[in-house]
C-alpha cells in the first residue's frame, strides 16, 4: 500500500475527522429556519450531496445550493443571507464538537515521523479549515494540522469540486510529483473518484454516512479499511516505524 509512496493525502470530513453528521444537523436546522418540513439524516446529506454534485463546475457551489433551498423553501431570504446563516449555525459545531476519528491522530503521527510528506485536499472552506487549524481544542490537542501536513487545500484552492480531478492534479503540480509515488485516503465515492481521475491509488476509509454507496466504494478502491486501528496495524505490518519516537 505505502511501499514507494512519498506523498499521502487525506481529504478531511469523514476521512479525517467524524464531521458528516455534523453538517446533516447543520443542514436539519437551516431547514427549520427556512420553514420546512422535517427530513432524516439520509434524506438531507443526499440531498446535499446530489446538489453538490450537480453545482461542481460553479464558481461556488455551497452558494448554489443555498440558493436551491431558497427556492426549495420560498424563502424570502437571498442565497447568500441563507449561506452566511448556514456557517453561523456550524460556528460552534466547529469549534466544540468536531474531533479526529478514533485513532486518526495516530496514524498522522506514525506517517508523519516515518518521513511521509502528509497533505490534505478537501473541499471545505477555508474558513471552516481555520477553525480546526486554529481554535477546535479536540484537534489542536491531539495533532494540530499545521505541524504535521506540508500543504492544506480547501475549496479555494480550486474551480471544480469532487469528482473532478482538480484539486489532486494541483498536489501533483505543486510537488512535482507523479501519481505513483502519491496515495489518498477518502471516505466518500465522490472523493475516490476524484484521486482515481487523477491516476492516483485511493483507500477508502469506512464512515457510516457513505453506507448507500458501500458497493461502488468497494469497486473503485484500492484498500479499505474499517477504521485508523485497523490502518495503523496494516501500516506497521508493511515496515513502516516512525524515525522519531
Known amino acids: 500500500m505505502l511501499v514507494n509512496k512519498k506523498i499521502v493525502i487525506f481529504d478531511m ?11 446533516n444537523e447543520v443542514d436539519r436546522k437551516l431547514s427549520e429556519r427556512l420553514g420546512g418540513q ?7 446529506q443526499t440531498r446535499r450531496e ?8 460553479r464558481e461556488n457551489p455551497y452558494l448554489e445550493y443555498c440558493g436551491f ?9 437571498s442565497a447568500e443571507q441563507i449561506y452566511r446563516m448556514r456557517y453561523e449555525i456550524s460556528s460552534d459545531f466547529l469549534k466544540n464538537t468536531v474531533d479526529y476519528k478514533e485513532n486518526a491522530e495516530q496514524v498522522i503521527r506514525l506517517l508523519k515521523n ?3 510528506t502528509l497533505v490534505i485536499a478537501s473541499a471545505t472552506r477555508k ?15 491531539k495533532a494540530m494540522l499545521d505541524q504535521y501536513f506540508t500543504r492544506i487545500y480547501t475549496k479555494e484552492d480550486v474551480r471544480k469540486m469532487k469528482p473532478d480531478p482538480e484539486i489532486y492534479l494541483r498536489v501533483l503540480q505543486d510537488f512535482c510529483a507523479a501519481p505513483e509515488v502519491c496515495i489518498v485516503f477518502e471516505d466518500s465515492l465522490i472523493g475516490l473518484e476524484a484521486a482515481k481521475n487523477a491516476g492516483i491509488d485511493a483507500v477508502a476509509m469506512y464512515d457510516r454516512h457513505s453506507d448507500p454507496e458501500r458497493g461502488q466504494i468497494e469497486r473503485i478502491s484500492n484498500y479499505r479499511f474499517e477504521n485508523y486501528s485497523e490502518l495503523y496495524h496494516a501500516i506497521l505490518k508493511e515496515g513502516i516505524r516512525a524515525s522519531i519516537l
Open 13 to 23: 470530513d469523514g476521512t479525517l475527522i467524524d464531521s458528516v453528521g455534523i453538517w
Open 38 to 44: 422535517p427530513l432524516s439524516e439520509e434524506a438531507l
Open 50 to 57: 446530489r446538489m453538490l454534485r450537480e453545482f461542481s463546475g
Open 69 to 77: 433551498l431558497k427556492s426549495e423553501y420560498d424563502s424570502s431570504l
Open 114 to 116: 516515518a518521513g511521509f
Open 127 to 141: 474558513q471552516s479549515m481555520d477553525v480546526y487549524r486554529l481554535q477546535n481544542q479536540n484537534i489542536m490537542r
